[in-house]
Nanobody, 124 residues
Framework: QAQLVESGGGLVQPGGSLRLSCAAS????????MGWFRQAPGKEREFVAG????????YYADLAEGRFAISRDNAKITASLQMNNLKPEDTAVYYC?????????????????WGQGTQVTVSS
């Protein structure tokens, strides 16, 4: 059964950095687009970044542009989100996601496999 497990969340001061990781198992995730979303308390889940199955294309929401970087290692079947210059408004639960249809161009509406999330708190 497909499974995504996030790690790397925690408490960081404003201006700091965190690197989130997503370990995939149970399917051929090297053929699937993957992405990161987040949900802050009282808000809807929002798209953060996406990456194609090959890793050659990346996509970012405006909130992430210039601060966050998504990557993947298909040999290890992992995806990562490097987050720099974190702000208090980045506080949220961050979710890893995958598109179950192989070889599709990433689209934030197509992710249908989800991890359980990892908490990121940005506070002094």
């Amino acid at each position: 059964q497909a499974q995504l497990v996030e790690s790397g969340g925690g408490l960081v001061q404003p201006g700091g950095s965190l690197r989130l990781s997503c370990a995939a198992s149970g399917r051929t995730f090297s053929t699937l687009a993957m992405g990161w979303f987040r949900q802050a308390p009282g808000k809807e889940r929002e798209f953060v970044a996406g990456i194609s199955w090959s890793g050659t294309r990346t996509y970012y929401a405006d909130l992430a542009e210039g601060r966050f970087a998504i990557s993947r290692d298909n040999a290890k079947i992992t995806a990562s989100l490097q987050m720099n210059n974190l702000k208090p408004e980045d506080t949220a639960v961050y979710y890893c996601a995958a598109d179950s249809i192989p070889f599709r161009v990433p689209n934030k509406a197509q992710y249908d496999i989800w991890g359980q999330g990892t908490q990121v708190t940005v506070s002094s």
